[in-house]
C-alpha cells in the first residue's frame, strides 16, 4: 500500500471511530434524560349496580337528562352518574330528599373539584382565572352590590346568574336565592370556585358545544359587553355563519386544527385553544395585554381589583401566533399597531378627561360620594367607560367597525357632551346635583368571605 493510501485509510478508519464515539455519546446524553412517568389510562368496563339504579330511576324521571348524559363522552368511557356525583364525608351538600329513593349519598353540585380528579390541569388553569373569580371581583369593585343599588331578586335573576353565587346548603336543603346557578364565579360548597358546566352544558359536556361563540354569548352580549355581537359582525363571525356548520367540531383537544377543522376562528381560538406552538389553557386571563373592560384601560397585571401573574408581552406575542395561523406577518402587525393606538385614543380623549371633571364635582361638593349612581352624572360616566367606552375598545380588538364607531366612540362624543353640558350648570350655579331615590336599592352590602 502506497502512502497516500495508507493515510487515507487511517483518516477512514479515525473517522469512523470518532463518530462511533458520537453517537455512543449521543446515546449516553439521550439516557441520562429524564422523561415524565407514561400515562396510565384505566377504563372499568362495568357499570356498578348503585350507577345502574340512577340511570334506571332518571331514564324515567328526568328522561332529558339520562339522553344527555348517554350522548356524552362520559357514557361511551362508562364514567356514571355516581362518579362525578357520588358524595364525600367531608361534602355538605349531600342530598337529603335523595336518601328517601335511595341509601347512596350523593351531592347535586358538580364542581371544579369534582371534576379535577379526572382533569386536574384544566380545574388548576381555570381556578386562577379571572372566570372563576369573577364574584369576588364584581363584589370589589361593583358599585351595584356596594353601594346597594339593586335588590336581591335583581342580582339573583341579573349579575349572579353569570358571574356566580354563594351557593348555601341548610339541613341539606339548598337556599333559593342562590340555588339553581352555574354562573362561571359560582362559590360551591366544597369552596371550590366555578361552574365546568358553564360553557360545558349537563349532562352531555360537550366539547363541541364550548368551541361555538354561542356558549360565551350566553354572557358576553348586551350594552356593556356585547362579545358576541361583535363577533357576528366580524369577518370571522361572518365565515362562521357561513360556514361553520360543516367544520369538525369533535376534533379530539390538541388536534383541532385552523384550515382543516375551521376556517375562522371563535371565541375558544383567540382565547383557549391550542394553535402552532401556543398551549390549550382554560384560563381566560391569558393572551391579554390591556384590560380592555377597566374604566382606565391598563396592562392586567396593572389591574388593581385583579391582578393577572402574567408578562403582557409575552401573552401579546402568544395572541399573534393565533393570528398568524391564517394572517401574515404584515397583517397581525398592522392590526395590533390599531388596537392599541385605539386604547390610547380612549384613555386620554374620552375617560381621562371625564375622570377630571367629575373628580373636580366632588371636590366642590356639587356631587354626593356617600353612593355611586344616584345622580345623573354618575350613570353619564359609568355608562361611558361601563358602555361605549367598552364598545369602542372591544369593536377595536375583534374588528367590528360598526361597535368600534357608531356603538363606541360616536356615543363616546355624545356623552361626553352630555357630561361636559351638566357639568358646567352645576359649576355656574353652584348648587350640587339633584340626588334621587333609585327604585329598589335595598340589596345587601355584606360582603362574602371569600377567605374561607
Known amino acids: 500500500m502506497t502512502t497516500s493510501g495508507r493515510s487515507s485509510y487511517c483518516a477512514i478508519a479515525w473517522a469512523f471511530v470518532v463518530g462511533l464515539a458520537g453517537v455512543a455519546a449521543v446515546a449516553k446524553e439521550t439516557s441520562q434524560v429524564e422523561l415524565p412517568p407514561p400515562k396510565e389510562y384505566r377504563i372499568i368496563r362495568t357499570i356498578p349496580e348503585e350507577a345502574q339504579r340512577c340511570i334506571s330511576c332518571h331514564a324515567t324521571l328526568n328522561g332529558g337528562m339520562v339522553a344527555d348524559w348517554a350522548a356524552s363522552r362520559h357514557a361511551h368511557a362508562n364514567v356514571s352518574c355516581l362518579d362525578c356525583h357520588r358524595a364525600g364525608p367531608a361534602d355538605t351538600d349531600k342530598s337529603i330528599g335523595h336518601l328517601e329513593y335511595d341509601k347512596t349519598s350523593i351531592t347535586t353540585i358538580v364542581s371544579p373539584k369534582d371534576c379535577s380528579r379526572c382533569h386536574p390541569g384544566e380545574a388548576a388553569q ?212 390599531r388596537f392599541d393606538a385605539t386604547i390610547v385614543s380612549y384613555n386620554d380623549n374620552y375617560f381621562k378627561p371625564m375622570k377630571k371633571l367629575i373628580d373636580e364635582l366632588y371636590e366642590k361638593k356639587l356631587l354626593d360620594k356617600r353612593k355611586n349612581l344616584d345622580e345623573k352624572l354618575e350613570i353619564e360616566m359609568y355608562e361611558l367607560w361601563h358602555h361605549e367606552g367598552r364598545r369602542a375598545r372591544f369593536g377595536a380588538a375583534m374588528m367590528a367597525p360598526d361597535y368600534a364607531w357608531w356603538h363606541g366612540f360616536y356615543e363616546l362624543k355624545k356623552r361626553c357632551m352630555e357630561i361636559e353640558e351638566q357639568a358646567e350648570k352645576l359649576l355656574d350655579s353652584g348648587k350640587p346635583g339633584k340626588v334621587f331615590e333609585v327604585r329598589a336599592a335595598d340589596g345587601d352590602t355584606t360582603k362574602p368571605d371569600f377567605n374561607k
Open 126 to 337: 381555570y381556578a386562577r382565572s379571572k372566570h372563576a373569580n369573577t364574584l369576588e371581583l364584581i363584589w370589589k369593585i361593583d358599585p351595584w352590590l356596594n353601594h346597594g343599588m339593586n335588590s336581591d331578586i335583581e342580582r339573583q335573576t341579573g349579575c349572579y346568574h353569570c358571574h356566580g353565587s354563594v351557593v348555601t346548603v341548610e339541613n341539606g336543603q339548598f337556599d333559593s336565592s342562590t340555588w339553581p346557578n352555574v354562573g362561571v364565579g359560582r362559590i360551591n360548597p366544597d369552596g371550590s370556585r366555578g361552574s365546568c358546566s358553564s360553557c360545558h352544558t349537563r349532562h352531555k359536556f360537550s366539547l363541541a358545544e364550548a368551541r361555538k361563540p354561542e356558549a360565551c354569548g350566553q354572557c358576553h352580549l348586551g350594552p356593556d359587553h356585547p362579545q358576541i355581537e361583535i363577533f357576528n359582525e366580524s369577518k370571522h363571525g361572518a365565515i362562521y355563519h357561513a360556514e361553520g356548520d360543516s367544520w369538525n367540531w369533535n376534533a379530539a383537544p390538541g388536534t383541532w386544527t385552523p384550515g382543516v377543522d375551521y376556517r375562522a376562528p371563535t371565541c375558544s381560538v383567540c382565547h383557549m385553544s391550542g394553535v402552532n406552538d401556543v398551549a390549550a389553557t382554560h384560563d381566560v386571563t391569558e393572551r391579554m395585554a390591556w384590560e380592555t373592560q377597566a374604566p382606565l384601560t391598563v396592562r392586567p397585571s396593572q389591574f388593581k381589583p385583579w391582578p393577572a401573574g402574567t408578562n403582557w408581552q409575552e401573552e401579546r406575542e402568544k395572541m399573534e401566533k393565533i393570528c398568524k395561523a391564517c394572517h401574515s406577518e404584515n397583517w397581525t402587525r398592522g392590526h395590533f399597531t
